[in-house]
């Protein structure tokens, strides 16, 4: 399901990039990737359209083993709170009253409803990260190991509800990607055809996002990308692109109803490339008993590096810090 709003019934609403950004993304996933396609544009995105879509046309159209990917571009909003900010969008008849909006929250909850296994919801608007105090709860990603083959089966078999945000949650979506990004807090028109954020997620689904594994001659890719990997390209692309003084930090966020499975696409034109995974020994496995562990065992010991990054941005926010062990 790919959304995209423009043309808003308040004129000082009125984007440039949306519109076009949903027909570009359903063009790619369409002949890309084979989805079968429900493109909403404009006035047909009204509070009460989105609100019958998510609520009676997704949970009839879909079953189980039917993936799902929910795209929206267009306009959001938050409210002005550091600790749980309420994140909304901005439907087509939508205007600064919150009762014209469709609260994150509720878009959580028809989600929530949804009988797919495997569900994918990408916000590129403004303050999307608000999306994580709906419902999602943090993920943290690095460079993606090598996917081996059991892993890629336990994926299929496992469910994935995620979310990628195009913005933080105190961040705005540019509308526009040149000349030059428009003011962060202004989603403005501009001359460009896509938004900063939709060209990369274009360039990512026709393969650039295939990061894993990293091979002897530079090359990177197994024929599958997961939403992790997509997550990251992304912020990649739009931290290296934005021009000085603008921030755009995407986010990836599981949903309560998350396993240990990731939203897959496939890489097209591409072979799977996936090695099985090697025969555990003595030599391979993290748990060595009461054997001690030794500086050659440094691959295997680990688990802290998501605790301890976020004790340094802690750190370096408060004067005053208590690690209580």
């Known amino acids: ?25 359903a063009a790619t996933l369409g002949d890309h990737h084979g989805y079968e396609i429900r493109l909403v544009r404009d006035r047909e995105a009204s509070r009460a359209g989105l609100r019958a879509l998510l609520e009676v046309e997704l949970p009839a159209a879909l079953d189980e083993h039917r993936p799902v990917l929910i795209y929206f571009a267009g306009h959001g909003m938050a409210t002005d709170s550091l600790d749980e900010p309420r994140g909304y969008l901005v439907p087509a008849d939508g205007d600064s009253n919150v009762d014209s909006l469709l609260a994150m929250e509720d878009v959580a909850r028809a989600l929530d409803r949804l009988p797919s296994r495997h569900l994918l919801l990408v916000l590129d608007c403004c303050f999307a990260g608000a999306f994580r105090w709906s419902a999602g709860r943090d993920v943290t990603a690095d460079q993606p190991p090598t996917l081996y083959r059991e892993r890629y089966q336990h994926f299929l078999a496992t469910r994935a509800w995620q979310v990628i945000t195009s913005a933080a949650h105190d961040e705005r979506a540019a509308d526009a990607a040149a000349p030059a990004w428009p003011e962060v807090g202004k989603r403005d028109a501009g001359d460009a055809l896509h938004s900063p954020f939709l ?59 998350h396993d240990r499975g990731e939203y897959i696409f496939y890489t097209p034109r591409t072979e799977l490339a996936l090695p099985d995974a090697p025969l555990l020994s003595l030599s391979t496995s993290p748990y060595r008993g009461f054997l001690v562990y030794k500086e050659k065992h440094a691959a295997l010991f680990h688990g802290r590096r998501a605790a301890t990054e976020a004790l340094r941005r802690h750190v370096e926010r408060e004067p005053l810090t208590i690690v209580i062990g």
């Open 199 to 257: 060209q990369a997620l274009l360039q990512g689904l026709r393969g650039a996002a295939d990061l894993a594994p990293r091979l002897p001659d530079g090359s990177t890719g197994d024929g599958v990308i997961t939403a992790t990997e997509l997550y990251l390209y992304l912020r990649h692309e739009l931290e290296a692109s934005a021009p000085p003084g603008r921030v755009q930090t995407p986010g990836l966020w599981a949903l309560p109803r």
């Open 1 to 25: 399901m790919i959304i995209g709003i423009a043309d808003y019934v308040l004129p000082r609403f009125r984007l440039s990039t949306p519109v076009r950004d949903a027909e570009a993304l």
